[in-house]
């Protein structure tokens, strides 16, 4: 039995036309105020230098998986364009991406959070969050570009691996992991 067929076709509409590219959107564009989010959430009031290091590695990062998802895009449709186009989907290619998306999206909530993050010198955290950014940014542009100009597989992985980063993420704040 295949029960993503017995999904209904009106929950299937709400993720691909909606949470899937918000969340997408959210992760590439999230990212502004973070520098004051986390001049809020420090136990110490930054310093201004600390502040604009902040701020600077933030926009660096940002501007890091921007140009990554480009090359990964230009190097996936020159090597692997035509396997883009394979329509066969499993229950299990679904379930993999959605609970690598749930970990990352729990990671993604549990880090900043954790005091062993907070206790970090304002270089570490910085680093941190840089790598972050990187990640997010790059992996959901790639992904945007490719859930509009791709068959079947590769948008169904897309939305099951959304659909778990979001999970995972507000499941941290739901549940208050990480504090």
């Known amino acids: 039995m295949n029960l993503l067929k017995s999904i209904?076709?009106?929950a299937i509409i709400l993720v691909r036309q909606w949470i899937v590219p918000l969340f997408i959107v959210f992760n590439v564009v999230g990212w502004i105020g973070l520098v004051g989010r986390e001049a809020a959430r420090s136990q110490t009031q930054p310093s201004p230098e600390e502040t604009a290091a902040l701020g600077r590695s933030v926009w660096a990062a940002w501007q890091l998986g921007v140009l990554l998802a480009l090359v990964g895009i230009a190097a996936t449709y020159r090597f692997w364009g035509a396997e883009l186009q394979n329509?066969?989907?499993t229950?299990?290619?679904s379930?993999?991406?959605g609970v690598i998306g749930f970990l990352l999206g729990v990671a993604r909530?549990?880090?900043p959070r954790r005091s062993e993050f907070r206790t970090q010198t304002a270089l570490m955290r910085r680093r941190i969050l840089a790598l972050l950014i990187v990640i997010a940014v790059a992996a959901s542009i790639t992904s945007g570009v490719f859930y509009y100009n791709s068959f079947e597989l590769v948008r169904g992985l897309i939305a099951s691996g959304y659909v778990g980063m979001l999970i995972g993420y507000a499941a941290t704040f739901v549940f208050?992991?990480?504090k």
Request: net charge negative; no cysteine; aromatic share 6%.
């Open 8 to 10: 209904p076709l009106e």
């Open 87 to 89: 329509s066969s989907f």
């Open 91 to 93: 229950l299990t290619e």
């Open 95 to 97: 379930a993999t991406a």
């Open 109 to 111: 909530g549990v880090i």
């Open 176 to 178: 208050e992991v990480g």
